[in-house]
């Protein structure tokens, strides 16, 4: 760690970090990945676990395309950290579908029982679906290892149900979210956390609320929450949070799961917290899709470069393919490594590389 690296209290420096997509839109286990970019592709994990099948001429033959991933509308990463002999397992998001998340753990190779905390970035079905039967799951590895209730950080201000008003007039909604009531019910040990906190013995850094300060990243055009019989425009979805990890020597991989807030304002926010580091890795959905997102892209883009200065973009889920085409443009080579399901990223401090 640099000396000029502030963190906030009670947040460590790791020595290691991997990173593996549980879920995300989409599936690319075939394309190469730069020099110096800190991804492995699918593929390349899971014949490392695979049992040789076969061989042929002296070469092992392994069966691996009956065990990839399957790509949907979400998010949900694993995120483990090491510092020393110490190890900390976190989920970040579910994703929408609990069936979906099981069976790419499972073809991941996943140990339910090591995920102690789970973080949900905010309240909408691509990231909260998923609950409670994961949790469920989750909990009674854990019961099984003898290990304490996972423990799932939500932010307090919970919405019923949320809806995008397209400029057609239709409302499309977002189904209902899950109680807190259900998810204890399922096993965990709620906690609700409206305010920056460190998570898994400091290991992981829990945001609270992301300060706007650019003048373009003004939230989801159309987002509607609704309470009870009540809806209200809400397009600024103030309950997001960020999850930031340091890794020595290499600086704050930040976790934004959509980006309401803005990429920008997520990255300005870290770069707050951890006074003096550098960003290294930013990983998730930057939402930048859609025609109301997209006349974004140019500025998101321009301040990445420019203001916020990440090591490697690795952009996924809502991000969409014309801003991820100019951030590869803008990245390449060597500093784009875009999120795809079953990607696995590993950061090691310098003195280990």
Not at 201 to 221: K, Q
Request: proline fraction near 6%; charged fraction near 20%; include cysteine.
């Amino acid at each position: 760690m640099s000396a000029l690296d502030l963190l906030p209290s009670g947040v460590l420096s790791l020595d290691e970090l991997d990173i593996l997509v549980v879920v995300d839109n989409e599936t690319d286990t075939l394309s190469s990945v730069d020099v110096g970019a800190p991804q492995v592709p699918e593929v390349v994990h899971l014949c490392a676990r695979t049992p040789t099948s076969r061989t042929y001429q002296g070469h092992e033959c392994k069966t691996v395309f009956d065990q990839l991933c399957c790509a949907c509308h979400g998010l949900s990463v694993l995120i483990t950290g090491r510092k020393g002999s110490e190890q900390h397992s976190m989920l970040f998001d579910v994703g929408p579908y609990p069936g979906l998340w099981l069976d790419n753990a499972r073809r991941l190779g996943v140990d339910l029982a090591a995920i102690e905390h789970v973080f949900l970035s905010h309240w909408h079905f691509d990231h909260s679906g998923g609950f409670p039967e994961v949790i469920a799951a989750v909990s009674a590895a854990r019961a099984a290892a003898g290990l304490a209730r996972p423990r799932v950080d939500l932010h307090p201000n919970r919405p019923d149900q949320r809806g995008i008003l397209l400029p057609s007039g239709l409302m499309i909604m977002l189904p209902p979210e899950p109680t807190l009531d259900a998810l204890a019910k399922a096993g965990a040990e709620v906690a609700t956390n409206a305010y920056p906190h460190p998570m898994c013995a400091g290991f992981f850094f829990g945001s609270g609320v992301i300060d706007r300060v650019t003048d373009y990243e003004t939230g989801l055009v159309g987002h509607h929450t609704f309470r009870g019989g009540q809806g209200e425009p809400d397009p600024l979805i103030m309950d997001e949070r960020f999850v930031a990890v340091h890794v020595r020597d290499r600086g704050v991989t930040v976790f934004s799961a959509c980006s309401h807030a803005g990429i920008v304002n997520t990255c300005l926010s870290a770069k707050k917290h951890f006074s003096g580091s550098k960003i290294d890795v930013v990983l998730g959905g930057y939402h930048l899709a859609g025609k109301a997102m997209e006349s974004r892209i140019e500025a998101t883009v321009h301040d990445l470069k420019t203001r916020v200065e990440p090591q490697v973009v690795a952009p996924g889920h809502c991000t969409g393919w014309r801003a991820k085409a100019s951030l590869a443009n803008a990245f390449s080579p060597g500093r784009y490594a875009p999120s795809v399901v079953g990607a696995l990223y590993r950061l090691r401090c310098n003195a280990d590389q």
